[in-house]
């Protein structure tokens, strides 16, 4: 050992003997210092943390001062609480399709997708998993998002999904088969566009009280699932009946794409899903978004939905969409069947499964009201931390990469001005939005507040 190392080991002593952790600083490098770190895992706010970031990854965490060069950002965490990341695990990306009477006629609208997708950065949401779409139009976004062309949360996405003829989201970009092994070729043509999770199908009637229609045999599901396994890709499935989630589960499925809405979940249920532990997303928003714009307009003039919606956008929501969803016999069943949803998931919940948090929706507002959902149903805002970030990255199969705030994973965090484990509504209290490493010029997205 040299002269010059053992005088840099002796300051390197005498600075923890101080108080202060010292490490190697380069350019890229972000330090939050001083602030309340809620890792995603479950536990309480950790006061005092030291975090540094190093490019996209984060690099020290720390209860003592962390030394580092005058080139590193800063971040002033006094006061504030660092958070993973939020994931959505349930998104129809907008700008596809358009709803017509006569169908879904395909738009490919980039420009409104792309703004949706500053919505969810901006509203601290930096993963979206995308679960049915228009294949060229989702895909081609997620690889421009991949490689720094389009600004956005990260994409996963499924594509065009895979179900049976006639079937629950059997459109005409859907795969859909109906026999093995005649299916294989198909399948392994989506498999070729490289889709992140599966997603089936497995519902006679569409979302809650619809009519019959066709539904997908469980031993053809049961093929696909393993066909696609083989392939190193996760699976999910629609269901809303206990039933057929259960069935579901035995065939081989690794996560449900929604709560149970029919029912009541029974005792059974609930230990079935803390013993196979297979993630559920909870998509609660959807159906409640009816009702909610029927009865209570005023949550557009909230401050998260005026700054991503335009004045349009909300005055069209208030009146010609509210007018509708007022009319519909859909909106009022929803209603009821969303308190049913909220208390199976908060069952499964505090019995040791999985939820996963997910909306059905295509904003990132409609997020922040699915944690409120979850709020309201009583499940404590530690565990809707975890189920909006750790349990996100579980239901894609990368908790090893995302979803907490841990030493060699991906620098997605959010810091906010007060604390969500007292009250939910705090991670709508944005300060700073990090994705990769990098700090998100809010100012700069495309949405209305910047215009």
Known sequence: MDVRTSIRLVKL?????????????????????????????????????????DGDRIEKISLRKIAVSDNVVRLDG???????????????????????????????????????????????????????NVPDYILKLREDERNGVVVGPRIFATGGIVTYPGSHGGNSFATLVDSW????????????????VLKLTYEERGWGARPMIPILPLDLMQKIISHYNDAGIRTTVHTSSEYRAR???????????????QGPVSEKFV????????????????????????EHPEYLDEPLYRDTLTGAEIEELKTVK???????????????????????VRLINDGGGVIVAGTDQTTGPALHRELELMADAGIPASDIIRIATFNGA??????????????????????????????????????????????????????????
């Open 247 to 261: 069935q579901a589960i035995f065939a081989g499925v690794d996560t449900l794409a929604h709560p149970i809405i």
């Open 78 to 132: 006094t006061e504030h609480y660092l958070i993973p990341g939020l994931m959505d695990m349930h998104i129809h990306l907008t700008g596809s399709i358009e709803v017509t009477p006569e169908g879904l006629i395909v738009k490919k609208d980039r420009k409104k997708g792309i703004r949706a997708l500053h919505s969810y950065l901006y509203a601290g949401v930096t993963s979206v998993y995308d679960a049915g």
């Open 181 to 196: 092994p005649e299916a294989i070729p198909a399948l392994n043509a989506h498999i070729a566009r490289s889709p992140d």
């Open 394 to 451: 579980v239901f894609l199969g990368k908790q090893a990469e995302l979803g907490s705030i841990e030493v060699g994973k991906i620098a997605d965090m959010v810091l906010l001005a007060a604390d969500p484990t007292k009250d939910i509504r705090n991670t709508k209290q944005i300060v700073q939005v990090i994705k990769a490493g990098n700090i998100v010029d809010r100012s700069k997205l495309d949405l209305p507040v910047n215009h």
């Open 271 to 294: 230990r079935l899903m803390k013993a196979k532990r297979i993630p559920m997303v909870s998509t609660l928003t959807i159906g409640e978004n009816y009702s909610r714009l029927a």
């Open 322 to 344: 509210r007018k509708e969803y007022q009319e519909r016999k859909w909106t009022w069943w929803m209603k009821i069947m969303t308190t049913i949803a909220q208390e199976n």
């Open 13 to 53: 002593a005498l600075m923890s003997l101080m108080g202060v952790l010292v490490v190697n600083a380069s350019a890229g490098q972000i330090l939050i210092e001083n602030v309340a770190l809620i890792d995603g895992k479950g536990g309480t706010p950790v006061p005092n943390s030291w975090v540094l970031v």
